[in-house]
C-alpha cells in the first residue's frame, strides 16, 4: 500500500512540474530519492493549502479512481442541483464511464440550463466516445452559433460525426476550420486521414507535408507531447 502512494505522489509531482514548466532537475530528484524528493518538492514548489487539498485529491483519485465517483453520487443524492450533476458527470467522465457520464449530463439540460454550452459540449465528447455519431451531430448543431465553438475540438468531432454519418460534404468545411498552423496537430492528423480515405489525396497529403514540417520548429516540449502524432505523420507520408 505505502509503495502505491509513494508512486502516486511522485506522479503527481512530474505532473505538477510538467505542468507549471518548473526546473527539470527535479524529476531526478523524485524518482532517485522517491521520498525525500517528492517532499522536498512539495514544499517548495507546490505546497499551499489549496494546492495540499489537491494533492490530496489527486493521491485518492489514482489509488481508488471510483471514491470521487462515490462521494459525487452522494453529494446529489443529498442535493439535487445542476452544478451537482455536472460535477458528478464529469467524474464519470474522467474514468471513462462516458454512458453514465451522458445520463448525468442529459439530466442535467432541465428548465433554464436546457440550452447550456459546457454541458451540451460535453455530451458531444462523450457520445463521439461511444460512436453515437446522430448524437453528436445533435448536439453540435444546437451549439454551433456559440463563439468557442469555432475552431475547437467540439467543432473537429462534429466534421468527423458528420464524415460517420455519410455527409462528407458538409464535413469538410467544419474540418476546414481547425486547420490552423502550430495548432490542433492531432486533430489535422485526423482530418488528413479522412480526407485520404475519402479521395482527396492530394490535400490530405498537403496536411500531413505541413505537419511534419511544423514538427521541426515547435519546442521540445510540445515535441515529446506529440511524438505518437508527428510519428504516424511521418508513416502516412512514407
Given at each position: 500500500m505505502y509503495y502505491y502512494i509513494?508512486?502516486?505522489?511522485?506522479?503527481?509531482?512530474?505532473?505538477?512540474?510538467?505542468?507549471?514548466?518548473?526546473q527539470y532537475y527535479w524529476i531526478f530528484i523524485i524518482l532517485f530519492v522517491p521520498i525525500l524528493g517528492s517532499i522536498v518538492y512539495l514544499i517548495t514548489q507546490v505546497?499551499?493549502?489549496?494546492?495540499?487539498?489537491?494533492?490530496?485529491?489527486?493521491?485518492?483519485?489514482?489509488?481508488?479512481?471510483?471514491?470521487?465517483?462515490?462521494d459525487l453520487q452522494a453529494k446529489l443524492e443529498f442535493s439535487d442541483t445542476f452544478q451537482n450533476k455536472i460535477d458528478l458527470a464529469d467524474a464519470y467522465f474522467e474514468i471513462n464511464d462516458f454512458e453514465n457520464a451522458i445520463i448525468q449530463y442529459e439530466s442535467a439540460l432541465e428548465g433554464r440550463f436546457q440550452n447550456d454550452f459546457y454541458t451540451q459540449?460535453?455530451?458531444?465528447?462523450?457520445?463521439?466516445?461511444?460512436?453515437?455519431?446522430?448524437?453528436?451531430?445533435?448536439?453540435?448543431?444546437?451549439?454551433?452559433?456559440?463563439?468557442?465553438?469555432?475552431?475547437?475540438?467540439?467543432?473537429?468531432?462534429?466534421?468527423?460525426?458528420?464524415?460517420k454519418a455519410g455527409r462528407f460534404y458538409e464535413a469538410e468545411p467544419e474540418l476546414e476550420q481547425i486547420n490552423s498552423s502550430f495548432a490542433n496537430y492531432e486533430e489535422r492528423l485526423a482530418y488528413a486521414k479522412l480526407l485520404l480515405d475519402n479521395?482527396?489525396?492530394?490535400?490530405?497529403?498537403?496536411?500531413?507535408?505541413?505537419?511534419?514540417?511544423?514538427?521541426?520548429?515547435?519546442?521540445?516540449?510540445?515535441?515529446?507531447?506529440?511524438?505518437?502524432t508527428f510519428a504516424e505523420v511521418e508513416k502516412l507520408r512514407n
Open positions: 509513494i508512486v502516486a505522489l511522485q506522479i503527481f509531482c512530474i505532473y505538477h512540474l510538467l505542468k507549471n514548466k518548473n505546497y499551499n493549502k489549496r494546492d495540499a487539498e489537491l494533492i490530496t485529491d489527486g493521491i485518492t483519485a489514482i489509488i481508488n479512481p471510483t471514491k470521487k465517483v462515490k459540449k460535453q455530451l458531444v465528447k462523450a457520445y463521439d466516445k461511444v460512436d453515437n455519431y446522430k448524437k453528436v451531430i445533435m448536439y453540435a448543431e444546437n451549439i454551433e452559433s456559440h463563439g468557442e465553438f469555432k475552431k475547437s475540438n467540439t467543432q473537429f468531432l462534429y466534421g468527423k460525426a458528420l464524415v479521395g482527396k489525396q492530394a490535400k490530405g497529403m498537403d496536411i500531413l507535408n505541413e505537419l511534419s514540417s511544423e514538427s521541426k520548429h515547435i519546442v521540445k516540449q510540445n515535441l515529446r507531447k506529440y511524438r505518437a
